[in-house]
């Protein structure tokens, strides 16, 4: 178990004394540790006294700590029995880590705490089921398949639960994993004894609209509850967005988000992976350096670059086996002289040791991921937090350069949870159908305390379902249909509590073990010669396709593997993001160094835009032959999106929209321009939306077709950006030749 570090000493209060006894007993002595931290005092009376509660602070700002402490002081004092805390977490992951160090904590009241998610056996789940844990640590999605199992007795099992913790709760709240916690808490709250005030506590690193994310994380109760933010020394700022300028915080605020010296962080350009892991082989020799990357693809191939440098190399993603990233964490975390490559399952708080350097490859897509990163470092005594940007193209240059410029102003993306989420709302009127075997048809809102948008506002979802066969209906009662056991039902309806869908991978096996999972489009695109892939930083030759199991047996190669996956993400870019971009080729420069290759290509990017920015408005631009217009409307591009189909025949449907510009008619001139804009922002269409895109929505196959177009259009606009981008001037002109 990894020690929590120990907090500087603080100015002297009584209201550690507030905490139970032993537990205090145990602060003083066990971890010996001088006093809490800022944080961990300002949480003991609130959260003592039941409140609802949101906790921020910076990665290793013993936020953990902060709610544990007071919650197990209640336990105690209140002798709660039975599972009466659930611990939730994002990722198995982060649960194993959480899982020894919460243990010891409940020991030392002699109570339990547990893990309970996909990889645990049925023979353990089986005893925790006989023998209840205080703590229980799991994911909501094993928490729902807790509530749907037949071999749960949900309603006697969490009974008695009082509080629960949501770790890393912006990275539920921004995507469909946050409407399904919302929704199963809401029915948690149902099957809990009568009169139970369930707390609810939600511990994060970086959010910019933290007093909305606390009233969402209520749910049903919010404006009925108390309700904090527990963050000291942060400024609560209105979060930023086309209409309001960057978040501004003090300078005391940005030390507690984490923000390190300016030196500390430095932005550099490479070209190319090959000349990272040079650059990466060169630097700081001796030292633990975690790197990230944007996609799998980039990890496997600088991982293989690193290793035929000499350089000892792990690498985490998701597609590794289990076996494979942990044994590859547990290396990093025992070595020295070795570097970590990893996609962003390492960027929540999933401890690998004391780490000396973070270095991002091109940038995140957030500032707020950019703050967890750089959270990993300076965590010793002496230590400050780091970061050195490798840049691999004149894009990722000017990104991170606007992410940093972001990030100097004290910017921090607010937390929003994607709009209309009705496929969710589908999935959840299946799963208590499921949970409960039969519900009223006049009275199932009433499973989610009347929270939306699972209210009365579903109505006509609750018909479609009936009308296509997932729910029967008979005698006022809705269950299970002959739909849904047809599309959910294998595997005891296991799909049903999995929001996303996963892309097909196939398992790539050699021998027995498991070495992970490949994108299938390398097991069928034509190749000379053998077929080879790149998995966990290694080469591999195929051997054998097992096309039903979905299986693919390798052995060893010495070079010459591939590596691909498709990605889930859009590669969407916010307007804010995109307006510090342009902002960087009108001539910012972030309050960071840059090397000279830095400099010298970020000025000749600069150059090359001269056309395509201007701090007067945006720019419509026509090739000198004629056959490119082009709408440098640096929105974004979700905005984009939205004036393309705004647009109409004015635009260029079939070109790829870019989050800077989008593509225009050969034959628009200034005139049919101001005539067909005249008063676009008051017609602002919805993007449209492919068959393709409806696929990789989960649950989409449950709802009318123009419900789940709906959905997804809605979320893949911007309306006030496109609104904002329309109102600003636009200026005409022409490439010279």
Known sequence: MTEPEPPAPTDGTDVVDLLHPVVLHHIVNTLQWPGLRPLQEAAVEPLLAGSDALLLAPTAGGKTE????????????????????????????????????LDAYTGWLGRRATVWH??????????????????????????????????????????????????????????????????????????????????VIGLSATVGNPQELVRWLQGSRAGHRPARVIAPGLSAAPPGGPSSPPLAISAQAAATRGAPPAGEIELDFVGSVSNAAKVLAALHPGEKRLVFCDSKKTVEELGQTLRSLGVTTFLSHASLSVDERRRSEEAFTQARDCVIVSTSTLELGIDVGDLDRVIQ????ATVASFL?????????????????????????????AGLLLLWGRGWVEPVVPPPEPRHIVAQQLLASCLQENRVGDQTWADEWNGLAPFDRSAEPLVRHLVRMGYLDSDGGMLFIGPEAERRFGHRHFAELTAVFTAAPEFTVLSGRDEIGRTDPVLLTDEVEGPRMLLLAGRSWRVTHIDWKRRRCFVEPADRGGRARWLTSSDGSVSFTMTRAMREVLLGADPAVPLTRRAQERLAAVRADHFHAVHPGGTMIVRAADLTDVR???????????????????????????????????????????????????????????????????????????????????????????????????????????
């Open 66 to 101: 902060a709610a544990a402490f007071p919650v197990l002081s209640r336990m105690a004092a209140e002798n709660w029995q039975g599972t009466s805390v659930l611990y939730l977490c994002p990722l198995k992951a982060l649960l194993n880590n959480l899982a020894p160090r």
């Open 118 to 199: 996909g990889d645990i056996p049925e023979s353990r789940r089986n005893r925790i089921r006989r023998e209840r844990p205080d703590v229980l640590l799991t994911t909501p999605e094993s928490l729902e398949a807790m509530l749907v199992s037949v071999r749960t007795d949900h309603r006697a099992f969490f009974a008695g639960v009082r509080t629960i913790i949501i770790d890393e709760v912006h990275a539920f709240a921004g995507d469909d994993r946050g409407w399904h916690l919302l929704a199963v808490l809401e029915r948690l709250r149902r099957i809990i004894d009568a009169g139970t005030a369930l707390q």
């Open 372 to 400: 967890q990163r750089l959270g990993r470092t300076g965590r010793r005594p002496g230590t400050t937090r780091n970061c050195l940007f490798l840049a691999l193209s004149e894009d990722a240059l000017v990104h991170a």
């Open 361 to 364: 490859i091109n940038a995140p």
């Open 631 to 737: 709408w440098w409307t640096w929105a974004g591009t979700h905005a984009n999106r939205t004036l393309t189909a705004s647009l109409g025949d004015l635009a260029d449907p079939l070109q790829a929209t870019t989050a800077a510009s989008l593509r225009l008619r050969t034959d628009l001139t200034p005139q049919l321009w101001k005539s067909a804009t005249a008063h676009l922002e008051s017609r602002l269409c919805l993007p449209h939306v492919t068959d393709e895109a409806l696929a990789g929505l989960k649950f989409s196959t449950a709802l009318p077709r123009r419900l789940a177009e709906a959905t997804l259009a809605t979320r893949r606009a911007d309306l006030p950006a496109a609104a904002a981008v329309l109102r600003e001037p636009v200026r005409f002109t022409l490439l010279p030749a």
